[in-house]
C-alpha cells in the first residue's frame, strides 16, 4: 500500500461472477488501516480526539461527539447547556454533509452527474463554515473533554441559515432530476434489498436499517443532549432496497434541518466548558499571569484528564448509525483500552450476502448507498 481500488472508500470486493450475476463476494479491508485503538493506549483522553476525526472522516464532528461523550458519562459531569446544544448544532450539520455525500456518489455510481454539483454546493459552503468555527474543514477536532474547543463566531447564526436555505434548495432541485425520473426508479427498486431481520441480525443500524422500516434511532431511544424535547420525525422506509436508502437519506437532511433549525431558536447563553482545574484548560490568561494557571496547564496538557478506574461503553447516533465506544481506564490520563463499535464495520460485513445473487452493476451502487467510510472499519 497505499493501495485504493476507487471503491467508495479502499475496499477491495473478490467476486465470482457467471455473467453479469454474483455468485460468490469476499470483502477485503486493511488497506487503509492506521491502527486508531492501540494508538489510543499511548494518547491522553483529549489527544485522541483528532483521531476521531479519522473515523468517518465525512462527518468528523460526530466522532468528536461521540467520544468526548464517552468519557464525560465517566468522568460522570455534565456539559454545560450552551455545549450541549452547540454540540446538536454542529452534529446534525456534520450528518447532513454526511448525507449529502452519500447520495451525491451514488448518483454519479448511476450516470447522473448534474445531482451531483448540486448537492456537493452546499456541501463546500458548510466546510466554509466549518472552517471559520473550528480552524480545520474536513477534520475538526471540535470537542474537547467537558466541553467545545471554540464558542460560536459573531455571525454564525447568518451563515448557518444561508447553508440551510442553501440545502433545501439543493435537495429539492436533486429530487425534482429523480423522484419520477423512470431510469432512476427502475435502477434503484428492487435492488440490494436487506430485509429488517438481515439488518438486525448483522447488526446494522442507522439510516441502512430504517430503510427497512424499523424506526430504531438512539436520538429518540436512547436520548441525550435532550433529543427527546425536539420535534423531529424518524424516517424509515419499507423495502430496504437502494431507493429505500437514497431517499431516507433525503429525508434525514429535511429533519436534521428542523433539529438546528430548533435548537438555534432556544440557544442558551454562558459558558462551553465545564468549571473544572482537573478537566479543562485554564484561560491563557491565567497561565501568562499566575504560577497556580501555568501548573494547571502543565498537569492537564501532560498527564491528562485523570478518569476513574473501570470500563464504560457509551454510543451516539452517527452518520451512519450506532457510533460506540468501550472504554477501559485504569485510572491514569491515559485509557488502558479503547475499542469502537463503528456503524460502517457490520454495514461491511453484511454486504457480500446483499451483493450474492444479484448483478454487478447492482453491487455498484448498494455499496454506494450503504455509504461505506473505510476509516471506520480500517481503525
Known amino acids: 500500500g497505499p493501495s485504493h481500488p476507487a471503491t467508495h472508500g479502499t475496499i477491495r470486493n473478490f467476486v465470482a461472477m457467471e455473467g453479469e450475476s454474483i455468485l460468490a463476494c469476499v470483502t477485503e479491508i486493511g488497506y487503509l488501516h492506521r491502527g486508531f485503538e492501540k494508538a489510543c493506549e499511548n494518547h491522553t483522553y483529549n489527544q485522541i480526539i483528532p483521531y476521531t476525526d479519522r473515523l468517518n472522516y465525512c462527518s468528523a464532528i460526530l466522532n468528536n461527539i461521540g467520544f468526548s461523550k464517552a468519557v464525560e458519562d ?7 447547556p450552551r455545549a450541549k446544544m452547540i454540540r ?25 452527474l448534474t445531482n451531483f454539483w448540486y448537492l456537493f454546493e452546499p456541501r463546500d459552503l458548510t466546510y466554509d463554515l466549518f472552517a471559520k468555527l473550528t480552524g480545520a474543514r474536513l477534520t475538526n477536532s471540535y470537542t474537547t473533554i467537558g466541553g467545545l474547543q471554540h464558542d460560536l463566531y459573531q455571525g454564525f447564526e447568518e451563515d448557518l441559515e444561508a447553508i440551510l436555505v442553501n440545502t433545501e434548495k439543493a435537495i ?34 442507522g439510516p441502512n436499517l430504517r430503510s427497512t422500516g424499523i424506526a430504531f434511532d438512539l436520538r429518540k431511544d436512547k436520548p441525550y443532549y435532550d433529543y427527546d424535547n425536539f420535534d423531529f420525525d424518524v424516517v424509515v422506509g419499507s423495502h430496504g432496497d437502494v431507493y429505500d436508502r437514497v431517499m431516507c437519506r433525503f429525508e434525514e437532511m429535511i429533519q436534521s434541518i428542523r ?70 481506564s485504569d485510572g491514569s490520563g491515559t485509557p488502558y483500552k479503547v475499542k469502537c463499535r463503528p456503524p460502517c464495520f457490520y454495514s461491511l460485513a453484511a ?22 467510510i473505510a476509516g471506520e472499519f480500517d481503525r
Open 88 to 112: 446538536v448544532v454542529t452534529g446534525e450539520l456534520s450528518r447532513i454533509i454526511d448525507h449529502l455525500v452519500c447520495n451525491a456518489a451514488n448518483m454519479v455510481d448511476l450516470g447522473g
Open 351 to 372: 454486504f457480500p450476502k446483499i451483493a450474492e445473487k444479484g448483478m454487478l452493476a447492482d453491487a455498484v451502487i448498494t455499496m454506494a448507498s450503504m455509504n461505506f
Open 259 to 328: 433539529i438546528i433549525r430548533q435548537a438555534m431558536k432556544i440557544m442558551p447563553s454562558g459558558p462551553i466548558n465545564v468549571n473544572d482545574q482537573g478537566i479543562v484548560l485554564p484561560a491563557k490568561k491565567d497561565v501568562y499571569t499566575n504560577i497556580e494557571g501555568l501548573m494547571n496547564q502543565f498537569k492537564v496538557t501532560f498527564e491528562g484528564v485523570k478518569v476513574p478506574k473501570g470500563e464504560y461503553y457509551s454510543s451516539t447516533e452517527a452518520g451512519n448509525g450506532e457510533l460506540g465506544f468501550h472504554i477501559t
Open 172 to 205: 429539492d432541485k436533486a429530487l425534482s432530476l429523480v423522484a419520477h425520473n423512470r431510469i432512476f426508479l427502475d435502477r434503484t427498486q428492487d435492488a440490494g434489498v436487506i430485509t429488517s431481520d438481515f439488518a438486525l441480525s448483522a447488526g446494522i443500524t
Open 74 to 80: 465517566m468522568l460522570e459531569i455534565e456539559i454545560t
